[in-house]
């Protein structure tokens, strides 16, 4: 484990459903990220928390909706996805202090819309 | 073009090998990363640097900043070691300055 933990680690919904993929992390960091990564793509960006407030959202469907209640846990709330949605989501969080950003990743969750 | 170019794409090596792999940016950064991902698909952060040299173990990973070019060498290299290395920095572009942006990474295979 990395001090970073999230659930499910798999996950196959129909895009009618709607489901709630979590972090959580207890290693005192004060900024979360969701990130996705497709097939044969590089990692993108979707979504940045900083002290609970969110910082960055890089364009990303309203299909997705990330919560962060407080700095130790990140949701992305899914509703409606599409089959190109299917990806492997992974979480990351960081201690955001000086310039100097170590991040830590959770495993992901590989999510298949079907 | 991607902001973080990565080379090569793909490597096959030998047991014992010496490997590196490079990495080019064309962004102001304030620190590059250098992370390991195995199939299943988490992520390790290897290295984060914004000068000069960093070794642990076997890896080695230095920077450029000049140049905008880094390098993650491996030594004596291992079928363990076989994975997809990721380059990615981060830095005052815009927005929230700690979002990570990746290159394509590189998919390593190290033969015994």
């Known amino acids: 484990e990395t001090g970073v933990t999230q659930t499910p680690r798999h996950l196959v919904m129909g895009m009618t459903n709607k489901k709630s993929l979590k972090c959580e992390q207890h290693?005192?960091?004060?900024?979360m990220y969701w990130y996705k990564q497709s097939a044969k793509k590089p990692l993108e960006l979707m979504f940045v928390?900083?002290?609970?407030?969110?910082?960055e959202n890089n364009s990303v469907p309203s299909r997705f909706s990330p919560e962060c209640p407080n700095s130790s846990h990140l949701f992305l709330h899914l509703h409606t996805l599409q089959p190109e949605d299917s990806a492997l989501y992974l979480c990351?969080?960081?201690?955001?202090?000086?310039?100097?950003?170590?991040?830590?990743f959770g495993s992901g969750t590989r999510l298949t819309v079907v | 073009k991607n902001e973080v170019e990565q080379s090569p794409q793909n490597l096959t090596a030998q047991e014992g090998e010496f490997i590196t792999i490079n990495c080019s940016y064309s962004v102001g950064i304030s620190a590059l990363h250098w992370l390991q991902q195995h199939p299943g698909g988490g992520i390790v952060s290897l290295f984060m640097l914004s000068s000069g040299k960093k070794k642990h173990g076997r890896l080695i990973a230095t920077i450029n900043i000049q140049e905008k070019h880094s390098s993650l060498h491996i030594t004596a290299s291992h079928p363990r070691d076989s994975a997809v290395y990721i380059c990615a920095v981060t830095g005052g572009y815009g927005g929230a300055t700690n979002k990570l942006i990746f290159g394509t990474g590189t998919l390593l295979a190290v033969q015994p």
């Open positions: 990351a969080s960081s201690q955001v202090s000086g310039g100097n950003y170590g991040y830590t």
């Open positions: 290693l005192g960091h004060n900024a």
């Open positions: 928390y900083n002290f609970k407030e969110q910082t």
